[in-house]
């Protein structure tokens, strides 16, 4: 069975820029897939290029088994849904989400049955006679996907469509996206900068950095397995560990992620249980995260970050500590870039 988004060695340039270095994916049906990275590193101009909105300069684009290349974005069967919403200030909600069903000549009672049908799939029944200016951002949200799911797409586009929303409404938003992608099964392509969003979210996920994929893989070997310094940095945070170091602390003579959740603070001196590494040194900071205290503790020439619950921590700036990890923790990477 074909994928539902090849990518083949695809390239895009703008004049000396390559926004797209040699990309090669495969998306599957009904996958909820993930594009990761910081400003700049590709993943908006390839769901770009997958909507038509752009042309490959170099490579081949698939949908569905069928060529993308020179395929003009509305004789494509994706829908894109845009982090400013793009509605029509001055249709109705209803109008809004009919509106490319009236494009296509859709008979109007038709069309508006079809409206109405998406409109409560998001959770906006009876809305449609209201104006977008007369809801919440979120609300607006839910009507721009709604606009988009009602053409009954393949492949549904998202590009950072929670951007804009406060951190509650983005987290309700969240689960309601990833629960109605199950329900309808069809392929989401959510383009994103947000961690947490994309591990919360998606099957898999695809780290970019400077136009190219670094890493595909599922979120929690993205999280606990990182391939790249670039990886184990920009998906969460995590202390990166010399080939020297690591090799002196029972790892591999090469570049190392440790997650600072995987480090425990301990009074200096005290014992170390079988199986563990340990190293000496002093708190530089302390930083009350909630849940979590984080400390930044000076060892061996090397910063070390530590999480550990927040409740019973009496240590101090200054004080000196025993830094303690399973030796299974402390995960090779590829390179230290």
């Known amino acids: 069975m074909s994928p539902a988004v090849k990518f083949v060695n695809v390239c895009r340039h703008f004049g000396p ?4 270095d040699g990309v090669t994916l495969d998306i599957s049906e009904g996958e909820f897939f ?21 042309q490959p300069n170099e490579g081949h684009i698939e949908i569905f088994g069928e060529t993308a290349e020179g395929v003009p974005p509305y004789r494509r069967n994706v829908n894109t849904v845009f982090q400013d919403y793009a509605l029509f200030p001055h ?8 509106y490319g ?27 449609e006679d209201r104006r977008p200016s007369q809801l919440s951002g979120g609300q607006r949200q839910r009507v721009a996907l709604a606009r988009a799911l009602v053409n009954n797409p393949k492949v549904l586009l998202l590009d950072e469509p929670l951007g804009a929303l406060d951190l509650k409404l983005r987290e309700q938003m969240q689960e309601e996206l990833k629960a109605l992608q199950k329900k309808l099964g069809i392929t989401f392509v959510f383009v994103t900068h947000d961690q947490g969003e994309a591990l919360s979210m998606a ?3 695809a780290i970019f950095n400077d136009g190219k994929i670094v890493q595909v893989d599922c979120p929690a070997d993205i999280y606990e397995r990182p391939r790249s310094r670039f990886v184990a940095d920009f998906v969460g945070s995590s202390n990166v560990l010399s080939p020297a170091f690591a090799a002196a602390h029972g790892g591999a003579g090469k570049w190392t992620s440790l997650r600072p959740e995987k480090v425990d603070v301990f009074p200096a001196g005290s014992s170390m249980p079988e199986g563990h590494a340990h190293a000496d040194g002093e708190i530089r900071a302390i930083s009350y995260q909630g849940a979590v205290t984080r400390f930044s503790v000076e060892t061996e020439g090397l910063r070390i970050c530590a999480e550990v619950p ?4 009496s240590f101090q700036e200054g004080d000196k500590v025993r830094l303690i990890w399973p030796k299974a923790a402390m995960v090779t990477m590829e390179d230290g870039s």
């Not at 820029?17 to 797209?20: D, E, H, L, P, T």
């Not at 069903?101 to 038709?110: C, D, N, Q």
């Not at 927040?310 to 921590?313: F, L, P, R, S």
């Open 17 to 20: 820029v390559r926004a797209v």
């Open 34 to 54: 993930a594009m990761l990275g910081p400003s700049g590193s590709g993943k908006t101009t390839c769901l770009r290029l997958i909507a038509g909105f752009e």
């Open 91 to 98: 249709m109705t909600v209803g109008e809004n989400v009919a």
């Open 101 to 127: 069903l009236m494009i296509k000549g859709v008979p109007r009672a038709e069309r508006e049955a079809k409206a109405r049908d998406a409109l409560s799939m998001v959770k906006l029944a009876r809305y």
């Open 203 to 205: 099957d898999r996920v």
């Open 310 to 313: 927040a409740e019973g921590t």
